[in-house]
């Protein structure tokens, strides 16, 4: 199997120069995961997964393993693309069913959810890794991820889950620097997150809704968005996407199309976001807390 490349030289342009310490910082993840001898990473096949999942390939080899957990709050293209991922790279892969609306507790959705989902995925991770005789679990926070609401987090602490790419230090921008170096497909890959996020606190989650958010989604992509959200205020879809995309959708034939396809889907209303999208926006009310 093949391993990720080692990063490039850093003379030249595009080659991230305005990161200083990212190479000492890649170097610090490199030691962190020599340290722990062997892992399980959990393997989503975003930006973060992807590279700790492939810098643990390169450090650990065969002792480092990927896994990415499928289940109706994760789109089956996410799962496909995955899989794809991990066997470009040559990683030790593995899928597992999850099913987080068995859980009254998720289904709910309070601020507690994400914390809900969190330690049943990681508790299934920890079972696995003792199987596999591996040292630990990790997942693919980072340093930015302090900023947000995240009580997946606690979860995470609270199984005695390593995140390896927050240990190091390192940042959104320093870890899509570093996967473009090693030539990964998801360097620039939008960023992404479950569909239970799409979710306002308090509106209960079910099977219809997700496979709603998920339909409107692709459908949105195909028009060629890339980092996009359709937030669930049902029966109002609230679209978020980067501000540059607003002419396109705002082009009167493709905002038609939208409104026509996002009301058969069960939506009354379809609006857009004029603040653009942004992480966790549905979160906002509560950072800091």
């Known amino acids: 199997m093949t391993r990720p490349k080692a990063a490039a030289s850093t003379h030249g342009s595009g080659d991230g120069g305005d990161l200083p310490g990212i190479e000492r910082k890649q170097a610090r993840l490199e030691q962190i995961l020599r340290d722990l001898g062997s892992l399980l990473v959990a393997y989503s096949g975003g930006v973060d997964s992807t590279f700790l999942a492939a810098a643990a390939h390169r450090v650990l080899g065969e002792r480092a393993l990927a896994?990415?957990?499928a289940s109706p709050t994760y789109p089956s293209s996410e799962v496909e693309e995955a899989r794809e991922t991990a066997h470009r790279l040559g990683l030790r892969h593995m899928v597992i069913e999850t099913d987080e609306l068995e859980n009254p507790e998720f289904v709910r959705n309070d601020r507690s959810r994400c914390y809900y989902c969190k330690g049943e995925?990681?508790?299934k991770l920890w079972e696995i890794a003792r199987q596999e005789k591996l040292a630990a679990v990790a997942d693919g926070s980072n340093a930015d991820d302090t900023g947000d609401y995240r009580p997946g987090r606690q979860a995470g602490k609270e199984l005695g889950v390593r995140s390896p790419l927050l240990e190091a230090g390192?940042?959104?921008a320093e870890i899509r620097e570093l996967s473009r170096r090693w030539d990964l497909p998801t360097w620039k890959k939008p960023s992404f997150a479950c569909l239970s996020s799409r979710f306002p606190y308090g509106t209960s989650i079910t099977l219809?809704?997700?496979e709603r958010i998920e339909r409107a989604e692709e459908y949105l992509k195909s028009l060629g968005l890339?980092?996009?959200r359709v937030r669930h205020h049902d029966p109002i879809a609230r679209i978020e996407v980067d501000p540059d995309s607003f002419p396109l959708l705002l082009n009167p034939q493709v905002r038609d199309g939208i409104?026509?396809?996002l009301r058969e889907l069960g939506y009354h209303y379809v609006t857009l976001d004029l603040e653009g999208y942004r992480t966790?926006?549905?979160n906002e009310p509560y950072q800091g807390r």
Request: no cysteine; charged share 10%; glycine share 10%.
């Open 226 to 228: 890339g980092q996009l």
């Open 259 to 261: 409104v026509q396809h």
């Open 121 to 123: 995925l990681f508790a």
């Open 170 to 172: 390192l940042a959104k």
């Open 67 to 69: 896994v990415t957990a």
């Open 280 to 282: 966790g926006s549905l």
């Open 208 to 210: 219809d809704a997700l």
